[in-house]
């Protein structure tokens, strides 16, 4: 598994809040529910993203954008319309404008017409480590391109059907990978060290290695035999490309997993999750977990039950 499969697996949407918004001018929308993170797709029209404390951003009609946090959608930026706080419950156009989930038998009839995804907080840990990558707004590379997924989420915006949710959810997962990945490969762009290094021959296998059984008794030595190099070849490489050791990378990131198996699952022991990310030895575990997160695994398990 690539590593930016395993991180996207733990930010799949469930139960995510939609809301499509027929808008006239003025308008005001605060989007204040507390969302990590927002896919903001415009259908037509135009009007202002206004991420709070970070520089405005237009959007366009066939703009899809993702927004880190609370922020506004306004027609123009010295709007005097009324701010409409617009979270899970304005969910009727009397209310701003926006509905949640369904509602109306044609939504999309205003000057513009939004549509938000808000992807509820499943695995904190892996979803702190996608926003740690990410600007407060991430806008891909426009393109010409027809976007064959955003119609298909307009017209099941625009439906009641059965296993509705489910569909809205992979949709949505979909437009985020797509998005992503547009993003990351732009001209120019700064991704996240890992992101070009999984292209790497001998660093991308080594990746792929690790993700794909992180709790394995992995060592360089080991880790430089599968990928068909030498120990000191792998290690410097794979410092060189990804800005980390391979042994430094592999435990942040099975403390990342524990961090989410301490907090998904309440009535797994400690020990129980040591040994699911690769420790024998709880305390062993206790206090790598605590030198890399700050706190030891109980600690983290109340903060955030």
Known sequence: MDAFSDLIRGVRAHGSLFGCSALSAPWSLHFTDGAPLTLCAL???????????RPPELLRARETILVRGPFSFVDRLDTPAAPVACGEFCATPDQGGTLHHLGWNDPFH????????AYPVRSHSRMAALLDALPVVVRPPSSDAEDPVLDHLAAELAVDAPGQQIVLDRLLDWMLVCLLRDWFDRPGGTPPPWWAAQRDPV?????????ADPAAPWTVVSLAARTGVSRSTLAKRFADLVGEPPMT??????????????????SMPV?????????????GFSAAFKRVRGMNPSGHRRAFA
């Open 110 to 117: 205003g000057e513009a017409n939004l549509i938000v995804g």
């Open 249 to 266: 990378y592999l435990t942040r990131w099975r403390m990342t997993l524990a961090a989410d198996l301490l907090t998904e699952q309440e």
């Open 203 to 211: 660093v991308g296998t080594a990746l792929r290695l690790l993700h």
């Open 43 to 53: 259908l037509s029209g135009e009007g202002w993203i206004v991420p709070e404390g």
């Open 271 to 283: 020990a129980e999750v040591a040994r699911a990310v690769g420790y024998s030895d709880a305390f």
